[in-house]
């Protein structure tokens, strides 16, 4: 993408030629001394400021362009936690290996040289590495040997295929994540880490989930999204847990049975699966806070669905649903609905039980009209209805003001050719989307969202924009791309928006002064005796009269002394 490389190109020059940063002095440390954050400085060394605060305990140091670690860090003996992610180091200095009460090491997003890596198996208290992108094809089996501490590995984003064996080691590790890695198969490995509560191997190749996994009986959280998995093992129940699963974009037909016994499960990802059928299972999982069941062929629910009451977030996108589900309006603490993509063209009034409900998304249905059964919905926030496909919604009523708490509207690629006065009620308002419509003018009252932030009219047919636009203070973006503008100009209309702001404020002085100059004009004929005030505007302007008026003055005279002639002369004289 040229973005990309327009982004790559600043990139290579700022690690050019940095700006000089001067190092910050100790008093700049604050009242406590412990603690150091110079993150995001652009800073291209460690400061020898930081490393002369012998009593640090924790240095952030991140998002810079630091190109090496100097030796003098050997001096913060004390130094428990070290950020040094995204910055430019390749080499491990041997003196870091000397910071022996190193509890918390982030070297992320380093193009760090393999071989360096060693030095880190000296950090006999290391509890948490992570070491995320970082170009890392094989883990260190010296690692592995030496630290018996870790709790928490954070290796993802790399070129693994496999851990050593003697990652069996890590006996006290909770935490492992090995997300979007070269695996095609499961680490068997860790399944003799018994205190694991939290195992990430999302956007692998894994194919197959080994039977001994049961033995991960303090397992919390599993993420296996985004692999090749055609089925889960039974096993898998005996983690009982477990209450965070995520088997999302897999090759899943069904859920095996012994799964029921994971009554603790309160988020369960299975979208981009072919189920096309809620498990029964899941409707005895009545802890679930998080349901995620897009693209899984589903054409409706089953009743127990509605047992599912402490349900808050439900996506039931990009699915085969041609009514909206009845069972969901029994969801009572539902707040966060996803039904995009579907065929639903109407909705129930039973809608108006969902009484928390602050985000309901509905685009790419078949809605030929707007469901007003949505304004029995008080509670909602956002709303999401833009038609890409399939039919299109032509007006918003009126009563579009009932939704008092309307915070953002999506409403792009429909056939609207206005927008309701109603609207305008909603003071809440801070972003709406209108793209890709068929608008040609705004109300007037639109300038009294005083609170919004984001205008999208792309690809309208707008002309001319309300004369007291410029009210919108708060507007941070206002897109008017596609519209055959006049008034503002189509070049001015691609200004920021202070600047078409002026442009209407600068407007709106020359019309109050045209029509100041109108009136004092007008004040000065009384004053001269002209007339009446209502007489004078009572007088048609020349060009608009009888043809006898649009005549010029020399006419005028000729036509008179012609009517002169034809008149009969007075008594008394000759002709």
């Not at 801070?430 to 609170?451: A, C, R």
Request: glycine share 4%.
């Amino acid at each position: 993408m040229f973005a990309d490389h327009v982004l790559k190109l600043m990139s290579q020059k700022q690690k050019a030629s940095p700006p000089k940063v001067p190092e910050p002095p100790p008093e700049r440390v604050g009242d406590k001394k412990y603690f150091m954050d110079a993150s995001n400085k652009n800073l291209t060394f460690i400061p020898s400021s930081v490393l002369e605060l012998w009593e640090l305990e924790e240095v952030h140091l991140e998002n810079n362009v630091i190109e090496g670690i100097a030796k003098e860090i050997r001096g913060l003996t004390n130094l428990k936690i070290l950020y040094l992610n995204n910055n430019e180091i390749r080499l491990i200095c041997k003196d870091l290996g000397e910071l022996t009460n190193l509890q918390s090491l982030d070297l992320s997003g380093n193009p760090l040289v393999p071989s360096s890596l060693l030095i880190l198996s000296h950090l006999r208290s290391l509890r948490q590495l992570r070491l995320y992108k970082v170009q890392m094809e094989n883990f260190p089996i010296q690692i592995c040997k030496c630290l018996h501490h870790l709790e928490l590995l954070g290796l993802s984003h790399n070129k693994l295929k496999s851990l050593p064996k003697e990652i069996v080691n890590q006996t006290k590790l909770k935490e492992i994540y090995l997300q979007n890695n070269n695996f095609e198969e499961f680490p068997q490995e860790l399944c003799v880490l018994y205190n694991l509560e939290i195992l990430d191997l999302e956007q692998n190749q894994i194919s197959f989930i080994p039977d001994e996994i049961s033995a991960l009986i303090n397992l919390e959280k599993f993420f296996i999204a985004s692999n090749c998995i055609p089925l889960l093992p039974d096993t898998l129940g005996s983690c009982s847990k477990l209450m965070v699963l995520d088997v999302s974009n897999n090759f899943l037909h069904n859920l095996p049975s012994t799964l029921k016994e994971l009554t603790e499960i309160t988020e369960l990802g299975l979208s981009g699966n072919c189920l096309e059928k809620v498990p029964k299972l899941i409707c005895k999982w009545t802890l679930l806070h998080l349901l995620y069941m897009k693209n899984i062929c589903l054409k409706s629910l089953r009743r127990s669905f509605k047992r599912l009451l402490n349900v808050t977030l439900l996506d039931l996108s990009q699915n085969y649903l041609e009514r909206f589900p009845l069972e969901v309006c029994s969801l009572k603490n539902l707040e966060m609905l996803a039904l995009d993509d579907n065929n639903i063209c109407q909705i129930p009034q039973e809608v108006f039980n969902l009484v928390k409900l602050k985000g309901l998304s509905l685009t790419g249905n078949n809605f030929s009209a707007f469901p007003e059964e949505i304004l029995l919905i008080d509670s909602l926030e956002e709303l999401y209805m833009g038609q890409d496909q399939g039919a299109k919604i032509t007006s918003l009523p009126e009563t579009i003001l009932k939704l008092t708490n309307l915070k953002e509207l999506y409403f792009e690629n429909n056939s609207l050719d206005s927008l309701p006065v109603g609207l305008c009620s909603l003071k809440n308002l801070k972003i709406l989307d209108f793209h890709n419509n068929q608008i040609t003018e705004l109300p007037d009252s639109i300038s009294q969202l005083t609170g919004l932030k984001t205008l999208n009219l792309e690809n309208n047919l707008l002309t001319i924009l309300p004369e007291r636009m410029d009210s919108l203070e708060h507007l941070e973006v206002l897109n008017l791309e596609g519209n055959p503008m006049q008034d503002p100009s189509p070049e001015i209309c691609r200004l920021d928006i202070p600047e078409i702001w002026q442009y209407l404020k600068d407007k709106r002085y020359k019309n109050f002064m045209a029509t100041k100059i109108q009136a004092w004009y007008r004040g000065v004929r009384v004053r001269k005796g002209f007339g009446s005030n209502e007489e004078l505007l009572a007088i048609p302007k020349k060009g608009k009269g009888s043809p006898k008026d649009k005549k010029g003055k020399k006419e005028e005279k000729k036509e008179e002394k012609k009517e002169e002639k034809g008149k009969p002369a007075p008594k008394g004289k000759k002709k």
